[in-house]
């Protein structure tokens, strides 16, 4: 019975505050220190090849610049999922998390695209420092995208069959906190990748 | 038996507890409206739109230790807003906050020493 009310009565807590949005608020600054390593070595190595392509031979900046933009506006239509199931509409809950998840398919599809041009242009996975802590530190973040997507898709299955209502906002909540996470991490990684001089 | 009905009681109670508080922290939340939300990604947009034009100014040779400052700024500016905003750190519990901040500080900490221990800059 211990063990139920504990997991039951989330408030109940030694912290007042509910175990499993601590929980991902602990696990988002856990994943700081992962893809900060990541950008960490990416600095280190971009401008220590010895052989090309290089950095500013490769990068397509208005392309790029387009894909930050949808996975921006991701975040805006994942916060308007979550506030159209707080006021109960659940259709149109389900209609932005639908978006969400197609603007991060396009992101996606985006990245996809990029890689695949990069490798045309001579920049295989070990053809140099740069090319190796590129593709790490964005397939890695490509990677946590399509895990959300993943979820976003699971949410509007689970509205769609009636298993989440209103009162369940939280689930959603946690599932934007990870999909903000994604997005303020490419905010770092497009200025700190792409940007930098 | 007494068991069963002490758990039943126990659940109603707290869905009456998560109906009243959903986000799961025993405060009532003033989020902001989707107009704020609306505002807050527009400005994202323009700040996206500042940076790129940053980027090719530096063709026209301006100082690239100002321009990259300047790139920096405006992505922690980014950073904020959303974080702030969007993930409602700025309306939420601190102890959120905290946590946040402070996985960030040690990880920029953990960074500058990386880049510093192999001379990058």
């Not at chain 1, 689930?171 to 490419?186: C, I, K, R, T």
């Not at chain 2, 126990?10 to 704020?36: F, I, L």
């Not at chain 2, 400005?43 to 980027?55: K, R, S």
């Not at chain 2, 409602?88 to 221990?117: E, Q, S």
Request: aromatic content about 14%.
């Amino acid at each position: 019975v211990a063990q139920a009310h504990a997991v039951d009565h989330p408030m109940d807590t030694s912290t007042g505050i509910d175990n499993r949005k601590l929980f991902m608020w602990l696990f988002l600054a856990s994943d700081c220190f992962f893809f900060g390593s990541f950008i960490a070595t990416y600095m280190l190595y971009r401008n220590r090849s010895l052989e090309g392509p290089y950095p500013k031979e490769i990068f397509d900046i208005p392309f790029t610049s387009v894909t930050s933009f949808i996975l921006l506006m991701s975040s805006l239509t994942m916060v308007l999922a979550l506030s159209a199931l707080q006021r109960g509409q659940l259709r149109q809950s389900r209609v932005w998390l639908l978006t969400t998840a197609l603007l991060g398919m396009t992101f996606l599809g985006c990245q996809v695209f990029e890689f695949t041009e990069f490798y045309h242009k001579g920049l295989g996975y070990s053809t140099n420092l740069f090319a190796s802590s590129f593709y790490t530190l964005t397939g890695f973040h490509g990677a946590h995208v399509g895990v959300g997507v993943l979820i976003l898709l699971s949410l509007y299955y689970m509205i769609s069959r009636g298993r989440l209502q209103a009162k369940d906002s939280l689930v959603v909540e946690l599932a934007g906190l990870y999909w903000h996470f994604v997005d303020v991490v490419w905010i770092a990684i497009f200025t700190l990748v792409y940007l930098l001089p | 038996m007494a068991d069963t009905q002490q758990l039943e009681a126990t659940r109603s109670e707290t869905a009456a507890v998560e109906d009243e508080y959903p986000h799961g922290d025993g405060v009532v939340h003033e989020h902001p409206s989707n107009a704020v939300y609306i505002r807050i990604a527009v400005i994202l947009g323009v700040i996206t739109a500042v940076e790129i034009g940053l980027y090719y100014l530096e063709r026209l040779g301006i100082n690239p230790i100002a321009l990259g400052s300047s790139l920096i700024i405006l992505s922690a500016l980014k950073f904020g807003l959303v974080a702030a905003f969007f993930m409602h750190l700025k309306f939420d519990n601190r102890i959120f906050t905290t946590f946040f901040v402070g996985g960030m500080l040690m990880t920029a900490a953990a960074l500058i020493a990386v880049l510093a221990m192999f001379r990058a800059f």
